[in-house]
Every structure is written in structure tokens, then in C-alpha cells.
């Protein structure tokens, strides 16, 4: 990593200087953009500050990759003109999660994918523009484009979808590490549904937004499931850093050291074939990388 703090990095605690270089063409998994000249959602009343694509370019030198993976935000509902437009401005290094409906049209799925969108999210966290009933049949049509699908949701909620994640055709990956509650993470039954997915050889987990669950400032607490999922599943976890932290912002908390926890689940993962199967290989196979840019 470079330490660029003379330069202004917006939604980031900068206490921390980041003290690992990260293998060429590293990848953050997930972000987003926000953009007050696209419509919010009718649905979503939280009053989110824009965080532009300039803004994330500093944020991405600042770390010290080069591929990064735009996810479209509940703030935006199924209008994906905000991503697209950002996905342009980024350009080959950039690919994208939508978020569509069961109207959506295969001329607007070619669309999204002319624009380097590789997969479609459920938030069933935050948001109702999508539902559980929408997810098999969704899935089915993104699955013959060769798409994943993206699911965010509690532990419990993940817990009650077993059955219909099970059945999900093609990848499928989960935000946040299952969003595996402290202070007794691998007693939760999603641990065990965890590796039941992942055991299916179709499943990925993102390691993002550690403070979501994490009881503490330095996530030190979240040790064990981390370096579980590095060791034991390697060949099926990405990261991603959650930038700009939208949930934080809405609930007037702290911003997060990025570089800290960044560098924390680098050295957790703890030789250089780990870590280049994190931040490199696994989200060129996930995301349709070309190997050779740069």
C-alpha cells in the first residue's frame, strides 16, 4: 500500500498508515457511489452526502489497488443510471452489481452488462425493492449470462433462507461474512449454512465491513472468523472495504480506519498465495478480470 495521506480521503478515520503492499492489481469487491444528481428511492429517507467518483479515486490511491467493484446502494431502488454512469467514468478496471426487478427486460440486462455488470444484489438488510420471492427467478436469468448473485442480510435472515440459497443456480455470494453476530460468531447456525455453501463449490464470501458486527475499534474480535474462512475456504473469499460506509453515516457513527482493518485481514491472511488469491485471483475469476490490465 502507498500512504497518501496528504491527500483528502472523505469517510475514512486516517489514524493508521498502511503498511503492506498489496499484489498488483488488487481488487476492492465492494463500494459504492453516491450521487445527489441521480433520484433517491421514494422509500429511502436517509440523507446520505455525496461520495462521487473522484472522491473514491483518492480513496482507492490512497490503499493501493487498481480493480474495484461498484455495488449499487438501496438509495437508488433498480435505478442503475447512477452505477452505469460511474462505471463509464472508471472504465475497464471497474465492474458492477445491479439491482433489478423481475420487469427487467433482457435489453436492459445487456445494457448493464455492456457497462461491466457481472452480477445482480439482494439487500434484504436495508431497502424492499426486492424480495425473497424474487430471488430463484432472477437468478435463473442472470445464471445463463454467467452473473452471480449478491445477497446481504442478517445471520438470522441468511438462517431463515437456507432452503432458497440452496437453490440459488449458479454464484452466489454473500456480503459481510454472513454478518456473523459477536460475541459467539461460530455458534450461529449461518456458520454451519456458511460452509454448507461453500462446500457446494458455487459460493464466495466478501470479507467487508468487519465493523458491522465487530466489537471493537481495531476488529482484533473478528480474528477468528476471518482467518477461518482465508484458511479453510481460500479459493472462495474476496474483500471489499464498503466505502463510503453509507450505514455508519446514516446512524452518526464513526468512520472506520480502512487502512487498519485492510491491513489487519492482510496479515491474517498470512502468506503471499493467500493473499493473492484474496485480492487478486478469485475477483479476476469472480468478476471477469482480464488478466493482463493493469
Not at 95 to 104: C, D, M, Q
Not at 239 to 248: I, Y
Request: contains cysteine; hydrophobic residues 40%; glycine residues 4%.
Amino acid at each position: 500500500m502507498n500512504n497518501h495521506k496528504e491527500t483528502q480521503i472523505k469517510y475514512s478515520r486516517i489514524s493508521f498508515a498502511p503498511d503492506l503492499l498489496l499484489p498488483a492489481n488488487s481488487c476492492d469487491c465492494h463500494h459504492h457511489i453516491f450521487d445527489r444528481r441521480y433520484p433517491w428511492a421514494p422509500d429511502d429517507e436517509r440523507n446520505l452526502p455525496d461520495a462521487r467518483v473522484n472522491d473514491y479515486r483518492a480513496f482507492q490511491l490512497w490503499l493501493g489497488f487498481t480493480r474495484h467493484v461498484l455495488v449499487q446502494p438501496s438509495s437508488y431502488g433498480a435505478d442503475n443510471r447512477c452505477l452505469l454512469d460511474a462505471l463509464k467514468a472508471f472504465g475497464e478496471n471497474a465492474r458492477g452489481e445491479a439491482v433489478v426487478t423481475p420487469s427487467v427486460s433482457d435489453a436492459e440486462l445487456d445494457t448493464l452488462a455492456d457497462a461491466g455488470v457481472t452480477g445482480i444484489r439482494f439487500n434484504f438488510a436495508a431497502g424492499s425493492i426486492t424480495t425473497p420471492e424474487m430471488l430463484l427467478p432472477l437468478a435463473a436469468r442472470v445464471a445463463e449470462r454467467g452473473w452471480h448473485v449478491q445477497v446481504h442480510a442478517s445471520a438470522d435472515r441468511l438462517w431463515a433462507l437456507r432452503s432458497v440459497l440452496k437453490q440459488v443456480p449458479g454464484r452466489l455470494v454473500i456480503d459481510h461474512f454472513f454478518r456473523l453476530p459477536q460475541p459467539e460468531p461460530l455458534s450461529h447456525p449461518a456458520w454451519k449454512l456458511a460452509w454448507e455453501l461453500i462446500d457446494s463449490g458455487r459460493c464466495w464470501v466478501k470479507l467487508s465491513a468487519l465493523y458491522h458486527q465487530s466489537q471493537r475499534d481495531d476488529v482484533s474480535d473478528m480474528a477468528g472468523i476471518i482467518k477461518g474462512f482465508l484458511f479453510d475456504a481460500t479459493e472462495r473469499v474476496v474483500w471489499g472495504s464498503d466505502w463510503p460506509h453509507p450505514n455508519l453515516i446514516s446512524a452518526n457513527k464513526n468512520m472506520p480506519d480502512d487502512a487498519l482493518i485492510l491491513s489487519r485481514i492482510a496479515h491474517w491472511a498470512n502468506n503471499d498465495r493467500v493473499r493473492h488469491r484474496l485480492f487478486v485471483h478469485n475477483p479476476a475469476d469472480l468478476y471477469g478480470f482480464n488478466s493482463s490490465s493493469s
